[in-house]
């Protein structure tokens, strides 16, 4: 208890550029800062009074401590996704306070901007149908081990690409995982995020069914 205490304290004190600066929401404060440690990049997020609500716990607790949750957890299913350093929550005279701190993916941009800058529109057919295919078999693993994402749309899915040649390389990662949570079945979990990101993304109607029997299939397997 003593050491997870000075860590919160360490990271709770530590102050860097802005990249999400503190804004209300859910009657709290949140705010992410970049950190610069042991020539370690870092994201620190802060948050005061900043909770979520749930069956078990019904007071509340900060969205971080279940964001922090759903980073490990992905991180055992093999789902990339930023890799959560420490996360923690106290109170301070009746408010609660929370730290999340997690290392920076490096290279990587959020799909939205990824195809407004038209970097899809240099991809063959067939290096697109690549890249549906390895994200229907990450959101397909993710939803093998019974856990969702909650806030599934395009901009919560990041790339890290690059062409040599004719050859495509990328890597994709999922962030913002303040609404994730376990189910009790993949099929609940996928029921949730699947039409999620079917009205939040880029795809026409040949691409998103392309990306659904991709998806079938790796969730055929993984079951």
């Given at each position: ?157 990041f790339i890290k690409a690059s062409m040599t040649g004719e050859q ?56």
């Amino acid at each position: 208890m003593g050491r997870a205490r000075n860590e919160f304290e360490f990271w709770w004190g530590t102050s860097g550029e802005w990249v999400e600066p503190p804004n209300v929401r859910r009657s709290g404060t949140s705010g992410v800062q970049l950190i610069v440690k042991d020539d370690k990049t870092f994201f620190v997020k802060r948050q005061t009074g900043h909770l979520f609500r749930s069956f078990r716990y019904p007071t509340g607790r900060p969205t971080a401590l279940r964001e922090g949750v759903a980073l490990s957890r992905l991180q055992k299913l093999g789902v990339n996704a930023p890799r959560p350093v420490f996360y923690g929550a106290r109170k301070v005279e009746g408010v609660w306070q929370g730290v999340l701190v997690t290392e920076d993916l490096g290279g990587f941009i959020d799909l939205d901007t990824w195809y407004g800058q038209g970097a899809a529109s240099l991809l063959t057919t067939e290096q697109h149908q690549q890249l549906l295919q390895r994200l229907a078999q990450m959101l397909a693993r993710m939803h093998s081990g019974k856990w969702q994402h909650g806030c599934m749309r395009s901009k919560h899915i990041f790339i890290k690409a690059s062409m040599t040649g004719e050859q495509f390389d990328f890597e994709l990662a999922l962030l913002d995982l303040e609404k994730s949570r376990g189910r009790v079945t993949a099929m609940g979990a996928a029921r949730h995020d699947i039409p999620q990101l079917r009205r939040h993304s880029f795809w026409d109607q040949a691409q998103w069914q392309s990306f659904l029997s991709y998806y079938e299939q790796a969730i055929g397997r993984a079951m």
